[in-house]
């Protein structure tokens, strides 16, 4: 007997249209094959549905790799459409190194510093909502508040100038479709992003940044010679790549679990303390980053199946976030459950470093409507923006009644 296990495959592009629009039942396909799939389309690399796996391979970053990518390309042997990014595409050494200092800048120390901003911009937004809602109006979600908070709180905190702005929205669209395949999702975000690359590089400019933010931090570093001047622009690089749309999806998908599940926002504005775990549900139950990659720098194994090396794994975080074998009754949005150990922000030493940030924006903003706010209501069909990697709404419109 010399059975070599084999892994099952499946017919699935996770890329298609009505995947990007609905991929539970494609999450639900993949779990049920296998601990690890292949799939048609995509010959060369494996796919990990479950819970299980996916947090195994996050855990082991030694055979795991990321500096190969994190998206479908595999940067040995094709070139990254951008200068790699100094801690999402590194591995250790060079990781440990920007790592702690993107830790130290964003710590929960440094979130105290910004909370009462937060704060206060996102009562004067909500309060706002509810005025042109309350006079007949709908707001959309999106346009009106997932899209603005971000955009307000999170380059103010940076250091960035208020121009332009959207740009950064543009640039997020760009690098989480860039992980995905050459299709046409990545075409359109590649012509939109021509003219904003500048005005990013421009923006990580130490003279283009307001002494004392997140982005002079890394500058202050620099001096102190933790890390060079020359990695300074592209660590800074990393806040305006992966601070923005990261949380307007995070807000606006906490929005539209929130406003299709009416009696959980009722719990909510009973007791606004609930707004972390709130968020955190919503995380888990509608990731904004659906999917990341590792590389196999040896031959190994996923539950016991042999991936050969430079095989890339394709890690379905949404999906590990809804695995039954994890989560019970996971389709429900359930702000009662405290879903400890979801993988929506990652794991292992990848976890993503803006967590106490994308967080504190989470729990202000709820914490505002649900003192302002006492029923949030569908108010027409909302639509999907198609994204390689986020879950993504375009538009969400909303009734908003006052408390
Ligand atoms: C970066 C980066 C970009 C996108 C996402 C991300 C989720 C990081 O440039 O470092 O983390």
Same mark, same amino acid.
């Given at each position: 007997m010399n059975e070599t296990p084999t892994i099952p495959e499946l017919d699935i592009d996770p890329y298609a249209a009505d995947n990007l629009t609905d991929p539970y039942p494609m999450h639900e396909r993949m779990r049920e094959a296998g601990p690890v799939v292949r799939l048609t389309p995509y010959p060369s690399l494996v796919a990990c549905g479950r819970h299980a796996e996916v947090h195994a391979v996050f855990s082991d970053h030694a055979t795991f790799i990321s500096g190969a990518g994190v998206g479908l390309a595999n940067f040995n042997t094709e070139t990254p459409f951008r200068p790699k990014s100094l801690i999402l595409e590194a591995d250790p050494p060079l990781h440990t190194q920007t790592r702690t200092v993107l830790s130290r800048v964003l710590s929960p120390k440094a979130v105290m510093q910004i909370r009462a901003?937060?704060?206060? %911009?996102?009562?004067?937004? *909500?309060?706002?909502l509810v005025d042109q809602s309350a006079n007949g109006g709908t707001v959309c979600g999106i346009h009106d508040l997932a899209q603005i908070y971000p955009l307000k709180v999170f380059?103010?905190?940076v250091?960035?100038?208020?121009?332009? +702005?959207?740009? !950064? =929205?543009?640039y997020g669209d760009m690098i989480f479709n860039s992980m995905g395949p &050459?299709?046409? =999702? !990545?075409? &359109?975000?590649?012509?939109?992003? *021509?003219?904003?690359?500048?005005w990013i590089m421009e923006h990580c400019k130490r003279e283009n940044l307001r002494p004392g933010g997140f982005g002079d931090q890394i500058y202050q570093a620099a001096d102190s010679g933790e890390i060079t001047h020359e990695q300074a622009p592209l660590l %800074? &690089?990393?806040? =305006?790549?992966?601070?923005?749309?990261?949380? *307007?999806?995070?807000l606006g998908n906490v929005l539209f679990a929130l406003a299709h599940n009416p009696g959980e926002y009722a719990k909510l504005h009973a007791d606004a303390t609930l707004a972390r775990p709130a968020f955190e549900e919503a995380l888990r139950w509608e990731s904004p980053a659906q999917t990341f990659f590792r590389t196999a720098v040896r031959d190994c194994e996923i539950a016991g199946l042999p991936v050969p090396e430079n095989t890339k794994v394709l890690c379905m975080l949404a999906s590990a976030n +809804?695995?039954?074998r994890k989560w019970p009754d996971p389709d429900r949005y359930d702000i009662g459950r405290r879903p400890t150990g979801h993988v929506a922000l990652g794991a292992g030493i990848h976890g993503c470093v803006g967590q106490a940030v994308a967080r504190l924006e989470g729990e202000v903003v709820l914490t505002a409507l649900a003192k302002r706010v006492k029923r949030i209501e569908p108010a027409g069909a909302h639509t999907r923006r198609l994204n390689n990697t986020l879950r993504a709404l375009e538009t969400l419109p909303l009734r908003l009644t006052p408390a």
């Open positions: 901003a937060f704060t206060e %911009v996102a009562e004067q937004m *909500v309060e706002r380059p103010d905190a250091g960035v100038g208020p121009d332009a +702005r959207e740009n !950064l =929205l543009v &050459r299709n046409a =999702l !990545l075409a &359109r975000a590649a012509e939109r992003m *021509v003219p904003v690359t500048a %800074v &690089r990393s806040f =305006l790549s992966a601070g923005v749309d990261t949380t *307007v999806n995070g +809804r695995d039954p």
